[in-house]
C-alpha cells in the first residue's frame, strides 16, 4: 500500500493507458470483403440471399459440384446483391463493399449526370465472400446499400 501512495502518479498514468488501450482495441474495424460476379438470372432471382451451404448454393445453381466448392461453402457464406440498372450500369470498379461492426455497407459510385435518354442499363449481380471463421456472426449481418 506504501508503494501505491508513493508511486500514486506512475500508477494513474498507468491505469488510465490501459483503459485507452482497451478501448482502442475494442472498437472494430472498417474490413474490406471481396466479390465476384454471378449470373444475371441467379441474381434476379434471388436477390438480398445469403447463401451458408454447398448444397443451398448447388440446389439454386451458384456452382456446380465439385470438391473444390465444397470446400468454398464450407469455409465461407455468401451474400447475393445487385448494384445499377435502370438508367446506369454498374461495373465492380465502382462497386467497394465494407463490414463495420455488424453492418455491411454496399458502395457504388454512380454517375451524378442526368438518365440517358437510350434505354436501360444491365445492372450488375454479384455475390458478397463472407469467411465463417472470422465472421463467426455473419449470420447477423444487416446489408445497407449506399449509392455515393
Known amino acids: 500500500m506504501i508503494f501505491f501512495k508513493k508511486n500514486i502518479n506512475k500508477n494513474l498514468i498507468l491505469i488510465?493507458?490501459?483503459i485507452l488501450s482497451s478501448s482502442i482495441n475494442g472498437q472494430e474495424k472498417k474490413i474490406r470483403l471481396s466479390f465476384e460476379e454471378i449470373d444475371f438470372s441467379i441474381g434476379r432471382e434471388y436477390p438480398d440471399k445469403l447463401v451458408e451451404t454447398y448444397k443451398e448454393a448447388l440446389k439454386i445453381g451458384l456452382c456446380k459440384e465439385s470438391d473444390t466448392e465444397n470446400k468454398f461453402y464450407s469455409?465461407?457464406?455468401v451474400y447475393l446483391f445487385q448494384v445499377g440498372g435502370g438508367c446506369f450500369g454498374a461495373s465492380p470498379s465502382e462497386i467497394s463493399i465494407e463490414l463495420e461492426n455488424n453492418l455491411v455497407n454496399?458502395?457504388?459510385s454512380?454517375?451524378?449526370e442526368i438518365c440517358?435518354?437510350?434505354g436501360e442499363a444491365m445492372a450488375f449481380y454479384g455475390k458478397i465472400i463472407i469467411p465463417k471463421r472470422e465472421n463467426l456472426n455473419?449470420?447477423?449481418f444487416k446489408f445497407k446499400y449506399y449509392w455515393e
Open 75 to 77: 469455409n465461407n457464406a
Open 110 to 112: 454512380e454517375p451524378k
Open 16 to 18: 488510465i493507458l490501459l
Open 116 to 118: 440517358p435518354d437510350v
Open 138 to 140: 455473419y449470420k447477423e
Open 106 to 108: 454496399i458502395n457504388w
